[in-house]
C-alpha cells in the first residue's frame, strides 16, 4: 500500500521564477493538504483540496495557487518565487469530513531552494 | 497559534520508557490530542490520537488526563530511531481540519 509520494524531492530555482510541486494521495484518500516548513520551524498550513475545489486556505498570498485532478493528486504552484519560500514543502492526505475523525499522512516533501 | 505547551528538549537512554509531556488548557470538548514526530529530512510521522480515554497502539500509548488539559506520550522502550521532533496537535475530530503545529520537542535518545 503505497502511501503519500512527492516530486520532485528536491528543486533548485532563482527569484522570480515559478515552480510546480505535485502530490499523489494515500491509497483511498480523497482529500489533499499542503504545508510549508521553514527551517527549524513547525509546519505551516498552505490550503486544503477535496472534490477538486480549494476547500480551506491558511495565511499565504495568491503566489500560491494548487489544483487537484480527478484520481485526487495534487499540485501547488507558486509564482513570482522569493528567497523566502526556500522551504520543506509537505503534502498530507486523508478521509473526507464525512468519514469523522481521520489523521493526515504526511509524504516526505520537496525540498525548494531559491537561489 | 498551536494550542499547545511542549518543552523543547528531552533525552532519554535507549531502552527507558520515553514520556513527552504536552499542555493544552484550553482544549475544547470536540477536540482531539494528536502526536506527530518528524526524523530528519522525514515528513511528519502520525503516531496516535485520542479524546479523552486511554489509547495504546505498536507505537506508542497516549495517556490524557481526566480533566484533559494535559496529556502524555509514552513510547516504552526508546531506541536510537525514536530520535525526533515531537508534535502534540489539538483538533477537531475530522479528517479535513488543518493541523497548526508548534515547535514541538525535540528527543535525543542516547546509547
Known amino acids: 500500500d503505497a502511501g503519500v509520494t512527492q516530486s520532485p524531492t528536491h528543486l533548485i530555482k532563482t527569484r522570480g521564477q515559478q515552480v510546480t510541486l505535485r502530490c499523489s494521495p494515500k491509497?483511498?484518500?480523497?482529500?489533499v493538504s499542503w504545508y510549508q516548513q521553514a527551517l527549524g520551524q513547525g509546519p505551516q498550513f498552505i490550503f486544503q483540496y477535496y472534490e477538486e475545489e480549494e476547500r480551506q486556505r491558511g495565511n499565504f498570498p495568491d503566489r500560491f495557487s494548487g489544483h487537484q485532478f480527478p484520481n485526487y493528486s495534487s499540485e501547488l504552484n507558486v509564482n513570482a518565487l522569493l528567497l523566502g519560500d526556500s522551504a520543506l514543502y509537505l503534502c498530507a492526505s486523508s478521509l473526507g469530513a464525512s468519514q469523522g475523525d481521520q489523521p493526515q499522512h504526511f509524504g516526505d516533501g520537496t525540498r525548494l531552494s531559491i537561489l | 497559534d498551536a494550542k499547545t505547551t511542549q518543552p523543547t528538549s528531552m533525552d532519554c537512554a535507549e531502552g527507558r520508557a520515553a514520556n513527552l509531556p504536552c499542555n493544552h488548557s484550553t482544549i475544547s470538548g470536540n477536540e482531539y490530542v494528536y502526536w506527530y514526530r518528524q526524523i530528519h529530512s522525514q515528513g511528519p510521522q502520525y503516531i496516535i490520537h485520542g479524546l479523552k480515554n486511554n489509547e495504546t497502539n505498536e507505537m506508542a500509548s497516549l495517556i490524557i488526563t481526566e480533566d484533559r488539559k494535559s496529556s502524555t506520550l509514552i513510547l516504552p522502550h526508546a531506541t536510537l530511531r525514536d530520535t525526533a521532533v515531537y508534535y502534540c496537535i489539538v483538533r477537531v475530530g475530522s479528517g479535513n481540519t488543518p493541523l497548526v503545529f508548534g515547535k514541538g520537542t525535540r528527543l535525543s535518545v542516547i546509547a
Open positions: 491509497s483511498g484518500h480523497d482529500t
